[in-house]
């Protein structure tokens, strides 16, 4: 397995009035998020999940637990 590709998003992590980590459209995981990462940072989303949250489901109905920083190169 290479990081050849993109992946399937590229942004700025943020964070919105409700707490919750976000990149464009997508959810972060938010332990995964506080414990490798900070607001601000540029990352490469790899893939995206449905939302299993019923809570912020309809702010974000995709979520990714799998990015990682955009300069970050192997």
Same mark, same amino acid.
């Not at 397995?1 to 992590?13: A, D, Q, R």
């Not at 414990?35 to 790899?46: M, Q, Y």
């Given at each position: 397995?290479?990081?050849?590709?993109?992946?399937?998003?590229?942004?700025?992590?943020?964070?919105?009035?409700?707490?919750?980590?976000?990149?464009?459209?997508?959810?972060? #995981?938010?332990?995964?998020?506080?414990?490798?990462?900070?607001?601000?940072?540029?990352?490469?989303?790899?893939?995206?999940?449905?939302? &299993?949250? #019923?809570?912020?489901?309809?702010?974000? &109905?995709?979520?990714?637990?799998?990015?990682?920083?955009?300069? #970050?190169?192997?």
């Amino acid at each position: 397995m290479s990081k050849e590709s993109k992946g399937v998003y590229t942004g700025i992590i943020e964070q919105d009035e409700k707490g919750n980590f976000f990149c464009g459209e997508y959810l972060l #995981d938010y332990k995964y998020t506080i414990a490798k990462f900070k607001i601000g940072d540029e990352i490469n989303i790899k893939s995206i999940i449905e939302n &299993p949250s #019923d809570i912020n489901y309809a702010q974000y &109905p995709k979520k990714s637990k799998d990015f990682f920083l955009a300069n #970050d190169k192997p």
